[in-house]
């Protein structure tokens, strides 16, 4: 289900405007109401109101709340590029008298005292937008381009906020001059300075030419480094010759306090307290010396008593006290109870894990883990539409904590115009050792592809750990055991393909994410790779080995702009059975849809036989190339093109034939996965194949 998220500054006048009303109480509250600044925001503001107000039941406002209310709403103004704004407010008084009085930005008009309304109406004229245009820079700025300056200047915005933000506003340009000096600063320029030259506004346009100042000064030179004083026994400092003859920068130094902060924690001395102090020397060559001193107070060494455990859980505390790897008695250190707070909160069991000591100091303290709960039963209701199964609904059901050990129960059925699909899982958090999971499900599945009707009911034993250690992959192996079956089958091979079949497989899967953002990727990459090997030794009745593997890549190009690209394939072989008479129609491949090649509905890109019926695919070799341009706010366009190749056979592998579609497409961006428009039109077309496809979908393709 989509749900989006805006932040809207004008409703902070409302808090402010609440906060100075007058104190008095009655029946019927104040009424505000604000217009001309769109129609969705403007509702949107009036339920802020409601949820906001601080006090609801506030009959009436005072002069000082209103004005403080149209000082945010001009602050709010002047955030999105409206500098010259005007504000009309018609304002009832509590005798029923009404009058109007006009706000400028400065607020020299004030209103008379004393005042007391009971209805505010405020009227916006926003005026001419102020936006960011010509942008130049003077000055040395240590290899920074013009363009890394830009984008210092005026970032993207968030990860769902995909256009430059160019609004200007004076608070926004010092904003902009900040981050230049941080990223000088981080180069070890601490004297850096960005300061806007010349600012030329267009009262007309509203086009800002701005020229900025750069002065980046000597650049600090890590010359000297010292410890003052000598560590206790067993404390090992950090090294500090290796660190040295290097540019200075903060961050510099809160490394160095960081290893030694370890070093003290791994000892039990909890409480130490890491300081430095720098000393100046006279700039050279553009460079200035500084010679750093760190000193320390270390503090008592603190052992760890019996960890106790507080809330309102019901988690055997046998199944908590294997999280928590310290014994009473040995030197307690704070990393190691935090990483014990992580793995509590891992088990899935509680909404909340907070850590604290008692007593919070002296020679010995027992660490108190206070643990919220998630509710026994949750439901959840699902939503969402896809362009071949259209508008799907369901419910998710989870029954938490199971025999109170951290397991979990989760239920989820889900019905579609196409398919009814149900799944039961049975989840054991940490069921060997810290990283691996275990579980048992039982799924069923009904669907309606374009040439049969799938059915697939089974149960699955699985076993996923989080991060093997030689690839950082996630990996998964699971024995499933189902029947797989077809129905109404209108395939060429419909004669002599079997309806009914027991398939028994070991499945293997790895996966790799290092996208930036999972739902809406910017940049990185992630690879998966899945086997799927059946055979009758495990208890089926026919053998077959479905092999999948898969790579996306994202980068950014230019502001506001991304490319992205992803290749798949996916091979079945018969290797143990004489012939493929017996594998299933249903691990045969039916690629087209809109996560594949779009110009296509789901499955309508299958290989076709000589009389126009569908194949199932042996190979499939898919290309996935797309373009997309930030447009406005959280709106992108993007251009694609998609590129698959097929085999019926394995004799003709990896593929026989290739189809092409190009397309176009509008992007909306959730907080859930982009809401997709988007049309293929297929540039290689066989008997029988549509000229192209309008797809409508929620989630990023590949």
């Given amino acids: 289900m989509a749900r989006s998220r805006a932040t809207f500054l004008a409703a902070l006048a409302v808090v402010v405007v609440l906060a100075g009303s007058g104190s008095a109480r009655g029946v019927e509250p104040v009424e505000v109401d604000v217009s001309g600044t769109g129609w969705l925001q403007n509702r949107r503001l009036e339920r802020s109101v409601e949820r906001l107000r601080a006090d609801p039941d506030a009959p009436v406002l005072t002069a000082n709340g209103i004005e403080d209310a149209v000082f945010l709403l001009f602050s709010a103004l002047s955030e999105d590029g409206y500098l010259q704004p005007r504000i009309q407010a018609e304002l009832t008084r509590r005798d029923g008298t009404v009058f109007t ?91 850096a300075r960005a300061e806007e030259k010349s600012v030329t506004r267009d009262p007309e346009t509203g086009d800002v030419d701005v020229v900025v100042a750069i002065d980046t000064g000597p650049r600090w030179w890590v010359a000297s480094a010292e410890w003052s004083g000598d560590a206790p026994p067993g404390v090992q400092l950090p090294e500090l010759a290796p660190r040295v003859d290097r540019p200075w920068n903060e961050s510099w130094e809160q490394d160095v306090m960081e290893v030694a902060r370890q070093a003290f924690f791994a000892q039990g001395f909890a409480d130490v307290d890491l300081r430095s102090t720098r000393r ?162 039982l799924f069923g599945l009904r669907r309606e592809e374009l040439a049969f009707v799938r059915e697939e009911f089974g149960g699955t034993v699985s076993l996923r750990r989080r991060r093997l250690p030689w690839i950082h992959a996630e990996g ?62 495990l208890g089926g009745e026919v053998d077959y080995q479905r092999l999948e593997l898969g790579f996306s890549y994202h980068r950014p190009w230019g502001r506001g702009r991304w490319l992205h690209a992803g290749f798949s394939h996916g091979v079945v072989l018969t290797l143990g059975a004489d012939n493929d008479l017996l594998l299933p129609v249903n691990r045969r491949f039916y690629p087209g849809g809109d996560s594949s090649i779009r110009g296509y509905q789901l499955g309508e890109a299958a290989p076709r036989a000589p009389d126009g019926r569908f194949l199932g695919g042996k190979s499939t070799a898919l290309l996935n190339l797309e373009l997309e341009q930030g447009i406005v706010a959280k709106w992108t366009g993007v251009v694609f093109a998609d590129v698959l190749g097929t085999a019926a056979e394995l004799a003709e592998y990896p593929f026989d034939e290739y189809l092409v579609s190009v397309g176009l497409g509008f992007r909306y961006q959730t907080i859930i996965g982009p809401v997709r428009l988007e049309y293929g039109h297929n540039l290689r077309r066989r008997d029988g194949d549509p000229s192209g496809t309008l797809h409508f979908s929620l989630g990023f393709p590949f």
Avoid at 173 to 190: K, P, T, W
Avoid at 282 to 296: E, I, K, L, Q, T
Avoid at 379 to 406: C, D, K, P, T, W
């Fill in 476 to 537: 998964i192996v699971s024995y499933t055991y189902q029947s797989l079956r077809n129905r109404e089958n209108e395939l060429t091979t419909r004669d002599i393909d079997t309806t009914d079949t027991i398939a028994a497989s070991i499945d293997i899967g790895l996966n790799q994410d290092r996208r930036d953002n999972p739902l809406v990727p910017r940049q990185g990459y992630r690879w998966f790779a899945q086997a799927e090997i059946a055979a009758k030794a």
């Fill in 280 to 441: 100046l020397g006279d700039p050279s060559d553009g460079r200035r010396p500084v010679h750093v001193v760190f000193a320390f107070t270390p503090g008592e060494r603190v052992t760890a008593a019996p960890v106790r455990f507080a809330g309102t859980h019901e988690v055997k505390e046998s199944v908590l006290n294997r999280r928590v790897r310290v014994d009473p008695g040995e030197p307690l250190n704070p990393l190691e109870f935090e990483a014990a707070r992580y793995r509590l909160s891992r088990l899935g069991a509680f909404r909340r894990v907070e850590l604290r000591y008692e007593p919070e100091d002296g020679p010995v303290r027992a660490p108190v883990f206070t643990l919220t709960p998630l509710p026994e039963w949750e439901v959840h209701l699902l939503g969402g539409y896809g362009s071949y199964e259209q508008l799907r609904g369901g419910i998710e059901v989870r029954r938490n904590n199971v025999f109170h050990r951290a397991h979990q129960v989760r239920l989820e059925l889900v019905q579609s115009f196409k398919s009814s699909s149900g799944e039961l899982t049975y989840t054991v958090p940490e069921l060997f050792g810290e990283a691996v999971d275990g579980s048992v499900q």
């Fill in 101 to 191: 009085h006009e706000f400028d930005p400065q607020l020299t008009r004030l209103l008379p005292r004393p005042l007391e309304v009971t209805r505010a109406k405020f009227s916006v004229e926003r005026g001419v937008r102020f936006r960011f245009d010509d942008l130049q820079f003077e000055g040395d700025a240590d290899g920074l381009t013009t363009e890394e300056l830009q984008a210092l200047l005026l970032p993207t915005g968030t990860a769902l906020s995909v256009t430059v933000e160019r609004d200007f506003s004076p608070a926004a340009l010092r904003r902009g001059l900040g981050r230049i000096e941080d990223a000088l600063r981080f180069r070890g320029f601490a004297a």
